[in-house]
């Protein structure tokens, strides 16, 4: 066995408090968020059966991990009605409207500005 994966193997819990596996050596019967929404389900308020765990060479070094859920466990995901379809709609409608100008845009606005580019930066505007 190689060393990564001794590292991220653990079914009992011991090491990690829940059982962890290498990366995409989780064993049947479990499913991320994603692969729970894939399959039309929700975790439905259960809590973390496990995860899965391996080495991250990125920016920050070290590792990265993915909380699994018991399929057998969770709910269906409720259906959409037309309130939360409305309460949606209005909520990406803030995030492409200008709290400064009240214009809305075609695309969200970057929250690290809080506001449009425009009103942003308005002195480089003026000088193009």
């Keep these: ?51 899965v765990m391996r080495r991250h060479r990125g920016r920050k070094a070290g590792v990265q991990v993915a909380y699994l859920y018991r399929i057998d466990l969770a709910k269906p995901v409720r259906p959409m009605t037309s309130r939360r379809c409305g309460a949606l709609a209005l909520a990406m409608l803030a995030r492409r409207t200008c709290p400064q100008c009240r214009v809305i845009y075609s695309y969200c606005l ?19």
Excluded: H, N
Aim: glycine content about 12%; charged content about 20%; proline content about 11%.
């Design 1 to 51: 066995m190689s060393g990564a994966f001794t590292k991220c193997y653990d079914p009992s819990g011991a090491r990690f408090g829940v059982p962890t596996f290498p990366w995409r050596f989780a064993p049947d019967g479990y499913a991320t968020r994603r692969q729970l929404r894939a399959r039309g389900l929700r975790p439905g308020g259960q809590p973390v059966a496990a995860q």
């Design 110 to 128: 970057p929250t690290s500005l809080g506001m449009c580019i425009l009103c942003a930066y308005p002195e480089e505007q003026r000088a193009a």
